[in-house]
T-cell receptor, first 115, second 111 residues
């Protein structure tokens, strides 16, 4: 089946504007993750959704960042009042609960540039 | 705090050379260990993973990694690299559902 998809693939915005990034997980995957990959750094965990449980938001860097997951499937990451330091590749991953430890499958990412 | 260190930031090899990329983590409990690879223009893919059992794990494309608990290490190895192995390699630790990634190692293989 199809893998994790993300849109848009690239986004250029002006400082202070809001942006929405979308993630479509693999069908049937109950867990969804957002990570951020900044230049020269590893992947930084942002937020994690698992089924109907309350999301783990412990990685969100500020209250300008929020995420939703509607109907247990598609997720939207919203960044309000973007800053230049928000420029990064935002990666989404999903996993199922099958197996002793779920393997995360990553999407292609959204490259965000804040001018 | 939990962390992952990849000390080799950039590795340059000729084809057929042997490869070893270092990965050390700091976490005292049970861990699950992963190596992900990102080929140019492609998204992150799982290379191999360790949950329990045999500490020598074999992955795709001839890669393997050895979990050494006493050294908190999970180094990636390949006996003979190919040009197509040029990519960025990320080590990750999953004590919980959230993965903690290293900063990555960029591997360039020249023919």
């Amino acid at each position: 089946g199809a893998g994790v998809s993300q849109s848009p693939s690239n986004k250029v915005t002006e400082k202070g504007k809001d942006v929405e990034l979308r993630c479509d997980p693999i069908s049937g995957h109950t867990a969804l993750y957002w990570y951020r990959q900044s230049l020269g750094q590893g992947l930084e965990f942002l937020i994690y959704f698992q089924g109907n449980s309350a999301p783990d938001k412990s990685g969100l860097p500020s209250d300008r960042f929020s995420a939703e997951r509607t109907g247990g499937s598609v997720s939207t990451l919203t960044i309000q009042r973007t800053q230049q330091e928000d420029s990064a590749v935002y990666l989404c991953a999903s996993s199922s609960l099958v197996g002793s430890y779920p393997t995360q499958y990553f999407g292609p990412g959204t490259r965000l540039l804040v001018l | 705090a939990q962390s992952v260190s990849q000390h080799n930031h950039h590795v340059i090899l000729s084809e057929a050379a042997s490869l070893e990329l270092g990965c050390n983590y700091s976490y005292g409990g049970t861990v699950n260990l992963f190596w992900y690879v990102q080929y140019p223009g492609q998204h992150l893919q799982l290379l191999l993973k360790y949950f329990s059992g045999d500490p020598l794990v074999k992955g795709i494309k001839g890669f393997e990694a050895e979990f050494i608990k006493s050294k908190f290490s999970f180094n990636l190895r390949k006996p003979s690299v190919q040009w197509s192995d040029t990519a960025e390699y990320f080590c990750a630790v999953g004590p919980t559902d959230k993965l903690i990634f290293g900063t990555g190692t960029r591997l360039q293989v020249f023919p």
